[in-house]
């Protein structure tokens, strides 16, 4: 028990910058104050919103107001929603009607001004923005609800689109 690394390490808790067995001294730490902290954080907050992007419910409206970009899509969506009362069965006939083929997409503007890209396959939409390509993405079953509630609001349909409906059903 003679040797350096054999000796009883001391429990004390000296100033020794020489020992790796100091323990830290709060007395002498540098804590800052509450507003400080405060300050940290909210500039943290603005520094992390500032650069993310936040998908708005009219900036989703916006785009699932094209359809699916198939000829007469959003017709076909409109009887979906007058012949179908089961949500999960309206979710799976939006799938098969966005993605009848596969996957796909297009180029979307958001109503910032900023553009991205709009893809969707099997399992939902997702609203990519540029030049971060940040990332949101939408279910089905969420996408549904969304339309639901256009549907019920009268936002989905544009004038327009109820004109050729009413000379189709009549």
């Not at 808790?13 to 104050?33: W, Y």
């Not at 699916?68 to 929603?81: A, M």
Request: with cysteine; net charge negative.
């Amino acid at each position: 028990m003679g040797a350096a690394h054999e000796q009883p390490e001391s429990a004390g808790g000296g100033n020794d910058p020489d020992r790796a067995d100091l323990q830290l001294n709060f007395l002498e730490a540098a804590i800052p104050t509450e507003a400080q902290q405060i300050e940290s954080i909210d500039q943290a907050e603005n520094e992390k919103s500032s650069s993310a992007f936040v998908l708005s419910q009219a900036d989703i409206e916006k785009a699932l107001r094209r359809g699916s970009n198939f000829e007469n899509s959003k017709l076909r969506i409109w009887e979906i929603y007058q012949t179908q009362p089961d949500r999960k069965l309206r979710a799976k006939a939006l799938a098969k009607e966005y993605a009848p083929h596969g996957p796909g997409g297009c180029s979307h503007t958001y109503l910032d001004g900023s553009s991205g890209w709009l893809d969707h396959d099997s399992k939902g939409l997702t609203f990519e923005h540029y030049p971060d390509h940040q990332k949101i993405f939408l279910r089905w079953n969420q996408v549904e609800k969304y339309i639901d509630l256009m549907m019920q609001a009268d936002r989905y349909l544009t004038d327009k689109e109820k004109t050729l409906l009413n000379c189709i059903l009549n």
